[in-house]
């Protein structure tokens, strides 16, 4: 009695007619080994520009990301905070020392202890010079470095009402961070000193009493979601975060948007100056410029003072009047 398999590449059933054969028919074969051809073609063409890279010394910034696994952007943003060095050469062109990544990543040891945790491995254990370098580096809070020291424990509902933070989150960033946690009764605990680290504010923002989320910052600055955040970034603007919302300090936000000076009758913006003269913005823009008018930069807008404009313009419109009386 002959045999019935599954054929490897479509998976029908078929009868077999020796012990060996793997496929339901020729096509079948065929389609199998183009199929294992193409991931073998894949796999040297993923591998090819790594074997190249290893034996450069000098890498830009998308080898350095083949290299290190990360993204271009992330290479940018290591080289920005000073923690990756590297060296431009032109406008368009920068390079990256493959010795300059080793150093990065060997200053950066991939195991971190912390408080409460044993380690049964002596290598393990950082010294305490490579501690105060780590902590200078990734901002890494000390508190308490002994793992004998007893911990303060919080439920997770205490946790969210204290630092206002979903359970979600919670989870999340107890795990990332290895905080301690004992289980009592189905119910889990945290160190109350790893939170405070992870999710306490500092006294900057502790004394700001104002505080705006996206939708209300949107409608008082008339401004967008996107410019917001590039605000915030650029500007370091406090920021914080409850319950999923995010918070805007407003006091931060009017030292920016100025809407003391929007509201003002002292000033024109540039779409307002235009509309009353009947020009383009770029028409004011060049009037601005070549009389040297006084204006104040309010976010992504320009201000101008009213009485000065008005004057260049009075003048302007006298020149013509008596231009065409000629």
């Known amino acids: 009695m002959r045999k019935t398999r599954k054929c490897a590449f479509c998976g029908k059933e078929f009868t077999c007619n020796s012990g060996s054969q793997r496929y339901c028919s020729e096509h079948c ?21 790594v074997i190249d890279i290893a034996s450069q010394e000098y890498l830009t910034f998308s080898k350095a990301a083949i290299l290190m696994g990360c993204s271009r952007q992330y290479v940018y943003k290591l080289v920005n905070e000073g923690k990756l060095p590297a060296s431009r050469i032109s406008s368009r062109m920068a390079f990256v020392r493959k010795a300059d990544i080793e150093t990065m990543l060997a200053g950066n040891p991939y195991h971190r202890v912390l408080p409460g945790a044993s380690s049964s491995k002596k290598s393990s254990q950082p010294s305490s010079s490579s501690l105060s370098s780590r902590k200078a580096n990734n901002h890494i809070p000390e508190i308490g470095m002994r793992s004998s020291e007893p911990l ?8 969210m009402r ?21 289980k009592i009764a189905g119910k889990n605990y945290y ?26 910052a949107e409608s ?7 410019s917001l955040r590039t605000q915030a970034y650029r500007r370091h603007i406090p920021t914080k975060r409850e319950y999923g919302k995010t918070y ?29 003269y ?20 309010v976010g992504v807008q320009n201000l101008i003072v009213k009485e000065e404009l008005d ?3 009075a003048n302007r419109l006298a020149q013509f009047g008596a231009y065409r009386l000629q």
């Open 29 to 49: 074969a065929e389609a199998a080994k183009a199929q294992r051809k193409k991931r073998q073609q894949d796999f040297l063409k993923a591998v090819q520009p």
């Open 152 to 159: 303060e424990y919080i439920s997770g509902e205490d946790v």
């Open 162 to 182: 204290i630092y206002k933070v979903k359970r979600s989150w919670l989870y999340t960033s107890a795990k990332n961070n290895q905080v301690p946690i004992c």
């Open 191 to 216: 160190s109350r000193k790893h939170m405070d680290a992870l999710f306490g504010v500092s006294a900057e923002i502790e004394a700001l009493t104002e505080w705006l989320t996206t939708d209300e």
């Open 220 to 226: 008082l600055y008339s401004t967008t979601k996107e």
């Open 248 to 276: 805007y300090s407003k006091k931060h936000l009017d030292d920016i948007f100025r809407p003391d000076l929007k509201a003002s009758d002292d000033y024109y913006t540039t779409a307002e100056a235009a509309e009353k």
């Open 278 to 297: 009947g020009m383009t913005k770029s028409n004011i823009c060049v009037i601005v410029k070549t009389n040297n008018l006084s204006k104040v930069k």
């Open 311 to 313: 004057r260049i313009m």
